[in-house]
């Protein structure tokens, strides 16, 4: 299955690739992900890609594309994907079309009030990238996983954050009238698992058609 989750930051949508991926075994593909690996190197690229990640922008269509490509080339993904973070834009669509068809997409909805919330108390694993919430019972300041001390993104800062919400609301409308009925809808108002039971059903009747 070749899916793309649609999403705003700090919509759940990583936390439900994680459900699909153990269910459906296809890896989860994030471009956000990517890029924060590329920075990390400290190369001429990472130089440049950590200019726009730490600002909320969009890394250019064309950096992005190449970074997406060898990614989906890799043996991992023959049996399909989920594409988190990709496509953005409606040009970014039109450029995936080139590669791969897509099977489904589903699109992870919350209001942005309850996003900027959620996004400001959100806290990262330098380490395995496990992500926590200091409104969340338990929070410690350390990863639950690796026990690795957990920061907050720059980009999880409210000024990026205003522009992350801004970025995503001007190009989503776009995408969702592109990929038409291929859209699954779901909102992450409730918990990671009331989200994720309504997908799961999808996506079954979605793997016994392809
Ligand atoms: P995310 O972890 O998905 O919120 O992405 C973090 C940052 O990576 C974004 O704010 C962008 O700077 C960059 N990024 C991720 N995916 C894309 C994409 N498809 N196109 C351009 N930039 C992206």
Same mark, same amino acid.
């Given at each position: 299955? /070749?899916?793309?989750?649609?999403? =705003? ?8 690739? &994680?459900?699909?991926? +153990? ?6 593909? +994030? ?5 924060? %690996?590329?920075?990390?190197?400290? #190369?001429?690229?990472? %130089? ?40 953005? #834009? ?9 590669? @791969? ?5 589903? +699109?992870? *909805?919350?209001?942005?009030?309850? $996003? %900027?919330? /959620? $996004?400001?108390? /959100? ?24 026990? @690795?001390?957990?920061?907050? /993104?720059?980009?999880? &800062?409210?000024? =990026?954050?205003? =522009?992350?919400?801004?970025?995503? &609301? ?16 779901? #909102? #992450? ?7 994720? =039971? ?8 979605? *793997?016994?058609?392809?």
């Amino acid at each position: 299955m /070749r899916l793309v989750l649609l999403g =705003a930051a700090g919509s759940g949508k990583g936390t439900l690739a &994680k459900k699909i991926t +153990s269910d459906f075994g296809i890896p989860q593909i +994030s471009t956000g992900d990517l890029f924060r %690996e590329i920075v990390k190197t400290g #190369s001429p690229l990472g %130089e440049l890609v950590k200019g726009y990640l730490d600002k909320g922008a969009l890394v250019p269509n064309e950096v992005t594309f190449d970074v997406l490509k060898n990614r989906i080339s890799q043996a991992d993904c023959k049996n399909g994907f989920i594409l988190d973070g990709f496509p953005r #834009s409606l040009d970014q669509a039109k450029m995936l079309e080139k590669v @791969t068809e897509v099977d489904a997409v589903i +699109s992870v *909805e919350l209001d942005f009030e309850e $996003l %900027e919330k /959620r $996004l400001v108390s /959100r806290r990262t694993c330098p380490k395995c990238g496990d992500i926590d919430n200091v409104n969340y019972q338990g929070f410690t300041g350390s990863c639950r996983k690796c026990g @690795t001390k957990l920061f907050q /993104r720059d980009d999880d &800062k409210p000024e =990026a954050i205003k =522009a992350r919400l801004e970025v995503y &609301k001007n190009n989503i409308t776009p995408l969702i009238n592109f990929y038409g009925d291929k859209v699954f809808k779901v #909102s #992450s108002a409730g918990s990671p698992d009331e989200t994720y =039971a309504p997908v799961k059903t999808f996506l079954v009747k979605l *793997e016994a058609k392809i």
